[in-house]
């Protein structure tokens, strides 16, 4: 992102406000939500207004950073089409862009590409991880390859 947008955001009374953008592509569309009180066109899309956030985990040496997605459950087009996935066959993508409200078309920070994973809801939210690269969550074997912990390198 740009540190002068950045520091305008931050502003006391600032003119420029961040907006995230959201797409969640599921079997048979996609919603275009945006974190704001009205709605928002970028590049030509139209984005509904929508109360959501998106909070990262911190970093440990074991893994990857994590991010979790909650959702106000205010809308039941937004609940149906998440649970109207089997999270088994088909996967739930979210795209994340962030603008400012003074070019929408702009892209400060993204798309960045995000897995949904563990869905949860309840009467007031929806909720689940997202994950960046789900090959960067898989173990592999520590400090080197031999023929006991990797066999099918060897013939």
Do not use: K, W
Not at 38 to 43: I, L, Y
Not at 48 to 65: A, G, K
Not at 73 to 79: A, F, M
Not at 90 to 118: H, M, Q, S, Y
Request: hydrophobic fraction near 35%; proline fraction near 5%; glycine fraction near 8%.
């Amino acid at each position: 992102m740009r540190q002068e947008v950045v520091e305008q955001a931050y502003q006391q009374n600032a003119a420029v406000r961040l907006i995230t953008l959201l797409d969640i592509d599921y079997g048979d569309g996609t919603l275009y939500l945006c974190d704001t009180r009205e709605g928002v066109t970028h590049n030509g899309q139209g984005y509904d207004p929508f109360p959501f956030r998106i909070e990262l985990s911190e970093q440990t040496q074991d893994h990857p950073p994590d991010a979790r997605i909650v959702i106000d459950n205010t809308d039941r087009r937004v609940l149906e089409a998440l649970l109207g996935i089997d999270e088994a066959d088909e996967e739930l993508i979210a795209t994340v862009r962030v603008v400012t409200n003074l070019d929408t078309d702009e892209v400060e920070l993204g798309p960045i590409e995000f897995r949904l994973r563990g869905l949860r809801y309840d009467r007031s939210q929806i909720e689940g991880g997202m994950r960046y690269e789900d090959r960067l969550y898989d173990e592999t074997p520590i400090i080197r390859f031999t023929n006991q912990n990797a066999p099918g390198l060897y013939p």
